[in-house]
C-alpha cells in the first residue's frame, strides 16, 4: 500500500464539463504521474509533477491540465470534458531510491456522455 | 523513441509454468518492469531488471537480456489467482522519471 487515494472513484458527467480529478498521497513523494488507461493502448501517460509546482506533459496531455500546490495533492483537471476522454484514470507516485518504482492509485473510472 | 511489444493474450493451465515475452526498443534503456493487473484494480508492481539475467521472486521469475531488447517473465506453479493482465514497461535514460508501458497480456487460466 503506497498510501495513495483518488476522488471520486467513478463520475459520469457530459461532453463540455469541467472535470477535475484528486489524487492524495501520504508519503511525501516528489513525483507523481497521472495515466489513462484504454483498452488496446495499455497505460499512456499525461502529466506529471517532479514538485510542489514543477509538472510536464506527458505523451497525451492535450485536453487535460494539471496543478500541485502541495506535496500531497496532484490535480488533473479537464476544463471541457469530450468523449474520447472516457477512460479509466490512474495517479501514480514514484519511491525513490533503489529502483525509483511506481506504486499505483486505485483509479477513477470518468464517463463522459 | 520507445517502443514495447507483447502478446495480447496467453491461456494456460492451472499448475504449470507460463512465459510472457516482451522485446523492446529504446535509446538509452534504464530498467524493466513488470506489473500485474487485475480486471478493474490497479496495477501492483512485480519485478524489476536493470542488469542481464533472472531475477527469482517465489513463483514468479524475470529474466533481462539488454543485448536483445528482450525480458519475459515466468509464472510457476500457476494457480487461478494469476489469471490478471502483464504490463512490462521501460525506463529511459533520456527520461529518467519515466517509463513507458506496453499495452499488457492478458493471461487466463483455465483449471
Known amino acids: 500500500d503506497a498510501g495513495i487515494t483518488q476522488s471520486p472513484r467513478h463520475k459520469v458527467t457530459e461532453t463540455g464539463t469541467p472535470v477535475t480529478l484528486r489524487c492524495h498521497q501520504t508519503e511525501n513523494h516528489r513525483y507523481m504521474y497521472w495515466y489513462r488507461q484504454d483498452p488496446g493502448h495499455g497505460l499512456r501517460l499525461i502529466h506529471y509533477s517532479y514538485g510542489v509546482k514543477d509538472t510536464d506533459k506527458g505523451e497525451v496531455s492535450d485536453g487535460y491540465s494539471v496543478s500541485r500546490s502541495k506535496t500531497e495533492d496532484f490535480l488533473l483537471t479537464l476544463e471541457s470534458a469530450t468523449s474520447s476522454q472516457t477512460s479509466v484514470y490512474f495517479c501514480a507516485i514514484q519511491r525513490q531510491g533503489g529502483t525509483d518504482t511506481q506504486y499505483f492509485g486505485p483509479g477513477t473510472r470518468l464517463t463522459v456522455l | 523513441g520507445q517502443n514495447i511489444d507483447q502478446p495480447t493474450e496467453m491461456t494456460a493451465t492451472e499448475g504449470a509454468i507460463v512465459q510472457i515475452n516482451c522485446t523492446y526498443q529504446t535509446s538509452g534503456f534504464n530498467g524493466l518492469f513488470w506489473y500485474q493487473q487485475h480486471a478493474g484494480e490497479a496495477p501492483t508492481f512485480l519485478s524489476y531488471?536493470?542488469?542481464?539475467g533472472l531475477e527469482e521472486k517465489g513463483r514468479f521469475s524475470s529474466f533481462l537480456s539488454r543485448s536483445k531488447g528482450y525480458s519475459y517473465l515466468l509464472l510457476k506453479e500457476l494457480q487461478m489467482k494469476d489469471s490478471a493482465s502483464y504490463l512490462c514497461?521501460?525506463?529511459?535514460?533520456?527520461?529518467?522519471?519515466?517509463?513507458?508501458f506496453g499495452s499488457g497480456t492478458r493471461l487466463s487460466i483455465r483449471p
Open positions: 531488471n536493470v542488469l542481464d
Open positions: 514497461a521501460v525506463r529511459d535514460y533520456s527520461s529518467a522519471s519515466k517509463i513507458i
